[in-house]
């Protein structure tokens, strides 16, 4: 059964919100609670992103990135500044 896209934003927006809480009240970006609010967040808009698309046919303008995805060399980055 196909997600509702009203419902998934509800629960975005939900995410957002307790990521921010998280981030406001430890202030460490490695806390567990930040880290866990992250996950959800991005869990979260996956779902929208899945139930946009499903239900309309729409992509939202963003992906999300995990550690895995940032496996390149930072120098080759710069090289390509010149």
Do not use: C, I, K, W
């Not at 959800?40 to 939202?60: I, M, N, R, W």
């Amino acid at each position: 059964m196909a997600t509702d896209p009203r419902a998934a934003l509800d629960r975005l927006v939900a995410a957002f919100e307790a990521h921010l809480e998280a981030a406001r009240s430890s202030r460490d970006p490695e806390a567990h609670t930040v880290l866990d609010a992250a996950g959800t967040l991005a869990d979260a808009f996956d779902t929208y992103d899945d139930a946009l698309f499903t239900a309309f046919g729409v992509d939202t303008p963003f992906d999300v990135y995990d550690e895995d995805d940032d496996d390149f060399d930072d120098e080759d980055d710069l090289d390509d500044e010149d």
